[in-house]
């Protein structure tokens, strides 16, 4: 159903059963895909495809980059399937600079005023509270949790599983299945919590604590990795944080120092 208060471009593609709501502007270039409802006074005016089975709600705004040297070139933005965007989030598309894409997974619930800034990566299943911030780049992998409050600074990285507690200034990476909080976060240890709702094997839990043991005993993170035990390569948790730590990167790792 298209309420008759809504303005939509003719060149705009909408997919089967998708449901526009009073109010709402799209533009000439986006797409959305099937089943897909927006709410009222939503505004998604920027090169965008959105797929299906998304709810977006009232006053969510999608639209050019809020970076200074973004001159109206043609950028885009993609989103999967099966997101909640909840009132107030704003989204932008990518940048010249950033590569042209920001890119959000399925399954994701973006909470009221949270906002996803230009050349973002967001995997699936990731929950950004209230009024969290995303600065521009910054990579948020699958399942992570960022608590209410908390901003997240440009060119970040949030490895897979990781938790963010509330009110958390998030300027050094933080490894996959890492716990980190504070006004300037530092690292309180993994989220065991979640590794065992999801189910990984107990020896691969073990593992990673330990590892973990080592790999933080001193602020030297790379010679401390060079000393792992042999065994703990063969641990994927493990791999996953070392992989993490080891890639090429523009911010700090967080640590137990930070």
Not at 22 to 32: D, L, M, R, S
Not at 116 to 137: K, S, Y
Not at 169 to 195: A, E, F, K, W
């Amino acid at each position: 159903m298209i309420h008759k208060t809504a303005l939509i471009d003719l060149k705009a593609k909408l997919g089967k059963n998708v449901q526009v709501g009073p109010y709402c502007v799209i533009g000439p270039n986006v797409e959305i895909g099937e089943n897909t409802i927006v709410q009222s006074h939503v505004n998604i005016s920027c090169n965008a495809k959105i797929g299906k089975n998304n709810k977006i709600y009232p006053f969510v705004s999608i639209n050019d980059p809020q970076d200074l040297k973004y001159n109206g070139e043609p950028t885009n933005l993609i989103i999967g399937d099966n997101n909640k965007i909840r009132e107030h989030v704003t989204i932008n598309p990518g940048t010249v600079g950033g590569g042209g894409k920001t890119i959000i997974g399925n399954n994701c619930l973006f909470m009221i005023s949270s906002h996803i800034a230009h050349d973002c990566q967001v995997g699936n299943n990731v929950i950004i509270a209230n009024n969290v911030p995303l600065g521009g780049h910054a990579i948020i992998e699958d399942n992570v949790v960022i608590g209410g409050n908390s901003a997240v600074q440009q060119f970040t990285r949030i490895g897979k599983m990781a938790m963010i507690g509330g009110m958390t200034g998030v300027l050094h990476d933080v490894i996959p299945y890492g716990l980190s909080t504070g006004n300037r976060n530092s690292l309180q240890g993994l989220n065991l919590i979640g590794l065992r709702r999801a189910k990984f094997e107990n020896k691969d839990i073990l593992g990673l604590s330990e590892a973990y043991k080592d790999i933080f005993s001193t602020k030297n993170i790379n010679e401390n990795i060079s000393k792992l035990n042999g065994s703990f390569q063969e641990n994927p948790l493990v791999k996953n944080v070392i992989d993490f730590i080891t890639k090429d990167k523009k911010r700090s790792i967080c640590t137990p120092f930070s």
